[in-house]
Protein backbone atom coordinates (compact mmCIF):
# COMPACT_ATOMS: atom_id res chain seq x y z
CA UNK A 1 0.00 0.00 0.00
CA UNK A 2 1.03 3.40 -0.71
CA UNK A 3 0.97 5.81 1.84
CA UNK A 4 0.88 9.42 2.92
CA UNK A 5 4.85 10.52 1.73
CA UNK A 6 2.82 12.28 -1.03
CA UNK A 7 0.69 15.18 0.04
CA UNK A 8 4.43 17.26 0.80
CA UNK A 9 5.51 16.15 -3.05
CA UNK A 10 2.12 17.23 -4.20
CA UNK A 11 2.41 20.67 -1.98
CA UNK A 12 6.39 21.26 -3.56
CA UNK A 13 4.91 20.74 -6.87
CA UNK A 14 2.00 23.52 -7.05
CA UNK A 15 4.57 25.64 -5.42
CA UNK A 16 6.94 24.84 -8.56
CA UNK A 17 3.84 25.74 -11.17
CA UNK A 18 5.19 29.19 -12.52
CA UNK A 19 2.37 29.08 -14.60
CA UNK A 20 -0.54 29.46 -12.24
CA UNK A 21 -2.12 33.04 -11.33
CA UNK A 22 -2.69 32.10 -8.12
CA UNK A 23 -1.47 29.09 -5.47
CA UNK A 24 -4.77 26.83 -5.59
CA UNK A 25 -6.50 25.92 -2.75
CA UNK A 26 -5.56 22.29 -1.59
CA UNK A 27 -9.16 21.25 -2.27
CA UNK A 28 -8.75 21.83 -6.13
CA UNK A 29 -5.18 20.43 -6.02
CA UNK A 30 -6.54 17.16 -4.04
CA UNK A 31 -9.35 17.24 -6.74
CA UNK A 32 -7.02 18.01 -9.93
CA UNK A 33 -4.13 15.61 -8.54
CA UNK A 34 -7.24 12.87 -7.57
CA UNK A 35 -8.61 12.72 -11.39
CA UNK A 36 -4.71 12.78 -12.75
CA UNK A 37 -4.51 9.36 -11.02
CA UNK A 38 -8.14 7.98 -11.93
CA UNK A 39 -7.79 8.46 -15.36
CA UNK A 40 -4.40 7.13 -15.03
CA UNK A 41 -5.70 3.96 -13.68
CA UNK A 42 -8.73 4.21 -16.36
CA UNK A 43 -5.86 4.41 -19.23
CA UNK A 44 -4.29 1.56 -17.26
CA UNK A 45 -6.73 -0.93 -17.25
CA UNK A 46 -7.13 0.02 -21.46
CA UNK A 47 -3.48 -1.10 -22.00
CA UNK A 48 -3.83 -4.33 -19.59
CA UNK A 49 -6.79 -5.42 -21.71
CA UNK A 50 -4.41 -5.04 -25.04
CA UNK A 51 -1.26 -5.97 -23.44
CA UNK A 52 -2.86 -9.17 -21.09
CA UNK A 53 -5.94 -10.15 -23.43
CA UNK A 54 -8.00 -9.33 -20.52
CA UNK A 55 -11.68 -10.72 -22.15
CA UNK A 56 -14.34 -7.89 -21.68
CA UNK A 57 -17.79 -8.69 -21.76
CA UNK A 58 -19.54 -5.31 -21.51
CA UNK A 59 -17.98 -1.91 -22.57
CA UNK A 60 -15.07 -1.37 -22.25
CA UNK A 61 -14.95 1.88 -20.75
CA UNK A 62 -16.92 0.43 -17.75
CA UNK A 63 -14.15 -1.94 -17.21
CA UNK A 64 -11.70 0.27 -17.32
CA UNK A 65 -13.38 2.32 -14.74
CA UNK A 66 -14.00 -0.48 -12.19
CA UNK A 67 -10.31 -0.89 -12.43
CA UNK A 68 -9.68 2.84 -11.70
CA UNK A 69 -11.35 1.88 -8.65
CA UNK A 70 -10.01 -1.31 -7.92
CA UNK A 71 -6.34 0.36 -7.55
CA UNK A 72 -7.83 3.51 -6.03
CA UNK A 73 -8.83 1.24 -3.22
CA UNK A 74 -5.89 -1.17 -3.44
CA UNK A 75 -3.01 1.11 -3.74
CA UNK A 76 -3.66 3.72 -0.88
CA UNK A 77 -4.27 4.24 2.70
CA UNK A 78 -7.99 4.66 3.26
CA UNK A 79 -7.50 8.91 3.73
CA UNK A 80 -5.63 8.86 0.56
CA UNK A 81 -8.01 6.49 -1.33
CA UNK A 82 -11.33 8.43 -0.06
CA UNK A 83 -9.89 11.57 -1.24
CA UNK A 84 -9.12 10.17 -5.05
CA UNK A 85 -12.67 8.95 -5.15
CA UNK A 86 -14.53 12.12 -4.19
CA UNK A 87 -12.52 13.68 -6.70
CA UNK A 88 -13.95 11.34 -9.72
CA UNK A 89 -17.31 11.29 -8.13
CA UNK A 90 -17.16 15.19 -8.28
CA UNK A 91 -15.65 15.39 -11.58
CA UNK A 92 -18.64 12.86 -13.09
CA UNK A 93 -21.02 15.40 -11.11
CA UNK A 94 -19.18 19.02 -13.14
CA UNK A 95 -19.14 16.97 -16.42
CA UNK A 96 -22.96 16.22 -16.45
CA UNK A 97 -23.80 19.65 -15.31
CA UNK A 98 -21.05 21.25 -17.97
CA UNK A 99 -22.71 19.15 -20.33
CA UNK A 100 -26.82 19.28 -19.13
CA UNK A 101 -27.65 21.47 -22.05
CA UNK A 102 -26.96 18.59 -24.84
CA UNK A 103 -28.23 15.78 -26.18
CA UNK A 104 -27.36 13.25 -23.74
CA UNK A 105 -24.24 10.93 -26.14
CA UNK A 106 -26.51 7.68 -25.98
CA UNK A 107 -24.22 6.18 -29.22
CA UNK A 108 -20.74 6.99 -27.27
CA UNK A 109 -19.24 3.96 -25.84
CA UNK A 110 -18.70 5.65 -22.83
CA UNK A 111 -21.50 5.47 -20.14
CA UNK A 112 -23.11 8.56 -19.50
CA UNK A 113 -21.76 10.77 -17.02
CA UNK A 114 -24.14 10.59 -14.05
CA UNK A 115 -23.98 6.65 -14.57
CA UNK A 116 -20.13 6.85 -14.61
CA UNK A 117 -20.70 9.22 -11.26
CA UNK A 118 -23.00 6.93 -9.48
CA UNK A 119 -21.02 3.06 -10.53
CA UNK A 120 -17.65 4.51 -9.18
CA UNK A 121 -19.80 5.89 -5.39
CA UNK A 122 -21.44 2.33 -6.17
CA UNK A 123 -18.21 0.26 -6.69
CA UNK A 124 -15.88 2.96 -3.67
CA UNK A 125 -18.71 2.51 -1.43
CA UNK A 126 -18.84 -1.08 -2.15
CA UNK A 127 -15.30 -1.78 -1.52
CA UNK A 128 -15.73 -1.04 2.21
CA UNK A 129 -19.43 -0.58 3.16
CA UNK A 130 -18.40 -0.08 6.90
CA UNK A 131 -16.32 3.02 6.66
CA UNK A 132 -17.67 4.56 3.80
CA UNK A 133 -21.47 4.79 4.30
CA UNK A 134 -21.09 8.58 4.08
CA UNK A 135 -20.46 8.50 -0.15
CA UNK A 136 -23.78 6.98 -0.14
CA UNK A 137 -25.40 9.95 1.60
CA UNK A 138 -23.61 12.92 0.26
CA UNK A 139 -23.95 11.39 -3.52
CA UNK A 140 -27.14 9.90 -2.72
CA UNK A 141 -27.00 6.72 -4.13
CA UNK A 142 -30.10 5.13 -3.90
CA UNK A 143 -30.59 2.49 -1.60
CA UNK A 144 -31.67 -0.29 -3.93
CA UNK A 145 -28.05 0.26 -5.74
CA UNK A 146 -26.10 0.59 -2.52
CA UNK A 147 -27.34 -2.23 -1.17
CA UNK A 148 -25.88 -4.85 -3.98
CA UNK A 149 -22.60 -2.58 -3.91
CA UNK A 150 -20.69 -4.85 -1.70
CA UNK A 151 -21.54 -7.83 -4.18
CA UNK A 152 -20.50 -5.74 -7.08
CA UNK A 153 -17.58 -4.23 -5.89
CA UNK A 154 -16.07 -8.47 -4.94
CA UNK A 155 -17.25 -9.54 -8.35
CA UNK A 156 -15.42 -6.65 -9.67
CA UNK A 157 -12.21 -7.23 -8.00
CA UNK A 158 -12.12 -10.57 -8.38
CA UNK A 159 -12.14 -10.34 -12.15
CA UNK A 160 -9.48 -7.80 -12.31
CA UNK A 161 -7.70 -9.63 -9.52
CA UNK A 162 -7.25 -12.92 -12.06
CA UNK A 163 -4.99 -10.10 -14.25
CA UNK A 164 -3.21 -8.18 -11.91
CA UNK A 165 -2.10 -11.28 -9.82
CA UNK A 166 -0.69 -12.37 -13.00
CA UNK A 167 1.51 -9.48 -13.30
CA UNK A 168 1.57 -8.99 -9.30
CA UNK A 169 5.37 -8.12 -7.80
CA UNK A 170 7.50 -7.49 -5.03
CA UNK A 171 10.71 -6.22 -6.95
CA UNK A 172 9.63 -2.91 -8.23
CA UNK A 173 9.96 -2.61 -12.27
CA UNK A 174 10.81 -0.37 -14.83
CA UNK A 175 7.93 -1.82 -17.26
CA UNK A 176 6.15 1.63 -17.50
CA UNK A 177 8.44 4.61 -18.41
CA UNK A 178 7.32 8.32 -18.38
CA UNK A 179 10.10 11.17 -18.44
CA UNK A 180 8.99 13.17 -15.82
CA UNK A 181 9.57 17.54 -16.28
CA UNK A 182 10.54 18.71 -12.64
CA UNK A 183 9.31 21.85 -13.58
CA UNK A 184 5.83 20.77 -14.75
CA UNK A 185 3.44 19.67 -10.94
CA UNK A 186 1.46 17.52 -13.25
CA UNK A 187 4.28 15.43 -14.59
CA UNK A 188 5.55 15.20 -11.44
CA UNK A 189 1.75 13.81 -9.94
CA UNK A 190 1.53 11.61 -12.79
CA UNK A 191 5.00 10.32 -12.73
CA UNK A 192 4.64 9.66 -8.77
CA UNK A 193 2.05 7.12 -9.90
CA UNK A 194 3.71 5.70 -12.41
CA UNK A 195 6.11 4.85 -10.16
CA UNK A 196 3.08 3.18 -7.98
CA UNK A 197 2.59 1.14 -10.64
CA UNK A 198 5.80 -0.09 -11.38
CA UNK A 199 6.44 -0.94 -7.49
CA UNK A 200 3.43 -3.06 -7.63
CA UNK A 201 2.92 -4.63 -11.07
CA UNK A 202 5.71 -5.51 -13.93
CA UNK A 203 3.98 -6.09 -17.45
CA UNK A 204 4.82 -8.40 -20.08
CA UNK A 205 5.76 -5.45 -22.61
CA UNK A 206 6.70 -1.93 -21.82
CA UNK A 207 3.84 0.80 -21.83
CA UNK A 208 4.57 4.49 -21.84
CA UNK A 209 2.68 7.41 -20.70
CA UNK A 210 3.24 10.84 -21.77
CA UNK A 211 1.96 14.40 -20.91
CA UNK A 212 1.66 16.41 -23.82
CA UNK A 213 -0.60 19.10 -25.46
CA UNK A 214 -2.97 16.99 -28.08
CA UNK A 215 -5.63 19.75 -29.33
CA UNK A 216 -8.47 18.30 -27.07
CA UNK A 217 -9.73 17.67 -23.91
CA UNK A 218 -8.55 13.45 -23.81
CA UNK A 219 -6.35 10.97 -22.26
CA UNK A 220 -5.65 7.73 -24.11
CA UNK A 221 -4.28 4.47 -24.86
CA UNK A 222 -2.91 3.40 -28.31
CA UNK A 223 -2.41 -0.13 -29.13
CA UNK A 224 -0.25 1.05 -31.67
CA UNK A 225 2.47 2.49 -29.97
CA UNK A 226 1.79 0.80 -26.31
CA UNK A 227 1.36 4.50 -25.00
CA UNK A 228 -0.93 6.40 -22.86
CA UNK A 229 -1.36 10.06 -23.51
CA UNK A 230 -2.42 12.68 -21.08
CA UNK A 231 -3.65 15.69 -23.04
CA UNK A 232 -2.67 19.25 -21.03
CA UNK A 233 -5.93 19.94 -22.08
CA UNK A 234 -7.50 17.88 -19.87
CA UNK A 235 -5.64 19.30 -17.05
CA UNK A 236 -6.79 22.29 -18.06
CA UNK A 237 -10.31 21.80 -18.20
CA UNK A 238 -10.28 20.20 -14.69
CA UNK A 239 -8.46 23.01 -13.31
CA UNK A 240 -11.36 25.05 -14.97
CA UNK A 241 -13.97 22.61 -13.17
CA UNK A 242 -12.08 22.96 -9.62
CA UNK A 243 -13.38 26.82 -10.66
CA UNK A 244 -16.49 26.02 -11.48
CA UNK A 245 -16.93 23.92 -8.37
CA UNK A 246 -16.16 26.98 -6.02
CA UNK A 247 -12.86 24.87 -5.28
ZN1 LIG B 1 -11.43 4.85 -21.72
Keep these: MRKTAFPA ?5 FLTTAAAAEEPSDEAAEFV ?5 SILYHEFGHALVDILGVPVMGREEDAADALSV ?4 EMWDEDMARTTAWATAEFWLQSASDNA ?9 HGLDMQRHF ?10 PDARGDFVTEFELPEER ?9 RTAESWGLYLDEIATDEPGTSISMDVDPADSIS ?9 LNERYVLPEGLTVSLESCGEINAFYDSATMSVTFCTEYVD ?11
Design 70 to 73: VLTN
Design 9 to 13: ILALA
Design 188 to 196: IVLGYEVEG
Design 33 to 37: RGNVW
Design 101 to 109: DEEPAYADV
Design 146 to 154: AEGCADEYA
Design 119 to 128: THVCLFYGAN
Design 237 to 247: YLWEQTEAMGL
